[in-house]
T-cell receptor, first 113, second 114 residues
Framework: GNSVTQMEGPVTLSEEAFLTINCTYT??????LFWYVQYPGEGLQLLLK?????DKGSNKGFEATYRKETTSFHLEKGSVQVSDSAVYFC????????????FGSGTRLQVQP | DGGITQSPKYLFRKEGQNVTLSCEQN?????MYWYRQDPGQGLRLIYY???????QKGDIAEGYSVSREKKESFPLTVTSAQKNPTAFYLC?????????????FGPGTRLTVL
């Protein structure tokens, strides 16, 4: 079945540092890939997505590239802010069957001033 | 203002009681989903519905039930058969017309069993 593995947190960075959160996946066919962000006590918000190999999703300074050869979708940001502190979830949706999302376990990011 | 609403935000239940969580969307989406989130873990799929009057079990459906009588509503009932119901419950919807459609989430309901 489908699965998503992402790096364990928490990740603690100083403001303006470079961020990478690793995400790898296992899936058959051609899944779509997503990054969602969750702020304390809230639901999930879509951060970015990519629907085919070599696509780059980007939003609010965050980027991730769909790499089929390495089955990866790593999240990056060049300069983090305190307001980026949240939990980040990598997810995939398969191209057949129920089309629900399969999530990684989440990575908590803490940015210090 | 389009979106997904979940109510209540916080819910307390005594052991042995059934409780129903509300999820409403005005996005005209066909597909709706219920997920459960436990601390430090990702989301796990409870039930989903791709169209009105039809729904399917997800990965952890035992102890839960749903209905989909209207397109905009997908309530989840947590029954007394659910052994460990304390969790954060998230509802989501997706247009369903395109394989690449994005799934949108509601703000969640935190259920605590006393």
């Amino acid at each position: 079945g489908n699965s998503v593995t992402q790096m364990e947190g928490p990740v603690t960075l100083s403001e303006e540092a470079f961020l990478t959160i690793n995400c790898t996946y296992t899936a058959t066919g051609y899944p779509s890939l997503f990054w969602y962000v969750q702020y304390p006590g809230e639901g999930l918000q879509l951060l970015l997505k990519a629907t085919k190999a070599d696509d780059k999703g980007s939003n609010k300074g965050f980027e991730a590239t769909y790499r089929k050869e390495t089955t990866s979708f790593h999240l990056e940001k060049g300069s983090v802010q305190v307001s980026d502190s949240a939990v980040y979830f990598c997810a995939l949706r398969g191209d057949t069957g129920r089309r629900a999302l399969t999530f990684g376990s989440g990575t908590r990011l803490q940015v210090q001033p | 203002d389009g979106g997904i609403t979940q109510s209540p935000k916080y819910l307390f239940r005594k052991e042995g009681q059934n409780v129903t969580l509300s999820c409403e969307q005005n996005l005209n989406h066909d597909a709706m989903y219920w997920y459960r989130q436990d601390p430090g873990q990702g989301l796990r799929l409870i039930y989903y519905s791709q169209i009105v009057n039809d729904f399917q079990k997800g990965d952890i459906a035992e102890g839960y039930s749903v209905s989909r009588e209207k397109k905009e509503s997908f309530p989840l009932t947590v029954t007394s058969a659910q052994k460990n119901p304390t969790a954060f419950y998230l509802c989501a919807s997706r247009a369903g017309t395109n394989l690449r459609d994005t799934q949108y989430f509601g703000p969640g309901t935190r259920l605590t069993v006393l």
